[in-house]
């Protein structure tokens, strides 16, 4: 009964680092979110997918990257860590887009 | 543009009384739209969804929400508040029919007072 799992639950990154936050869910969904929440702000979407092999560009795209090679997974890939990019990040995934999506508990992410 | 506003941040209410978060949103073509509750150190839950047929919706926990085409809004409620309703709302819709993203409103705040 996994749903969508995200790791690392927390991380602290110096400026300039790269890391990769994981993200695989087991309900065989098309469709992956990234996205990232910033207080006050609601949900800014990040990048998204509809389908392994396929990703497109959300509000915010700049400073990530992302893949999708398999249905299950779809990692997010920040290659130069800035202080600006200091947030919750939440991976969601859904059958369609008019269903549901299905969040997993968020990576909580500091650059210092 | 299209957009999803939720006009308030935060919502105080006394528990035992009703209670409604607003949202009014802005797309083109017909909306499909969504309601999610988040509480503390979790992800976001799903609660209901409108998408076509009756203007009232009912989901999860006892919430409801109404669809207002002409007002361009679709409102949380709920008839009797509990202090466990207590968490932050986002109202979320689609943005068009070929669109595949969802707009995020920033959310409300909701304190239930025992």
């Known amino acids: ?112 | 543009a299209q957009s999803v506003a939720q006009p308030e941040d935060q919502v105080n209410v006394a528990e035992g009384n009703p209670l409604t978060v607003k949202c009014t949103y802005s797309v083109s073509g017909n909306p499909y739209l969504f309601w999610y509750v988040q509480y503390p150190n979790r992800g976001l839950q799903f609660l209901l969804k409108y998408i076509t047929g009756d203007n009232l919706v009912k989901g999860s926990y006892g919430f409801e929400a109404e669809f207002n085409k002409s007002q361009t809004s679709f409102h949380l409620k709920k008839p009797s508040a509990l202090v466990s309703d207590s968490a932050l709302y986002f109202c979320a819709v689609r943005a068009s029919n070929r669109d595949d993203k969802i707009i995020f409103g920033k959310g409300t705040r909701l304190h239930i007072l025992p």
Not at chain 1, 41 to 60: H, N, P, R
Not at chain 1, 79 to 103: G, I, M, N
Request: aromatic share 12%; proline share 5%; hydrophobic share 30%.
């Open chain 1, 1 to 112: 009964n996994a749903g969508v799992t995200q790791t690392p639950k927390f991380r602290i990154l110096k400026i300039g680092q790269s890391m990769t936050l994981q993200c695989t869910q087991d309900m065989n969904h098309n469709y992956m979110y990234w996205y990232r929440q910033d207080p006050g702000m609601g949900l800014k979407l990040i990048y998204y997918s509809v389908g392994a092999g396929i990703t497109d560009k959300g509000e915010v795209p700049n400073g990530y990257n992302v893949s999708r090679s398999t249905t299950e997974d779809f990692p997010l890939r920040l290659e130069l860590a800035a202080p600006s990019q200091t947030s919750v990040y939440f991976c969601a995934s859904s059958f369609r887009a008019d269903r549901p999506q299905h969040f997993g508990d968020g990576t909580r992410l500091s650059i210092l």
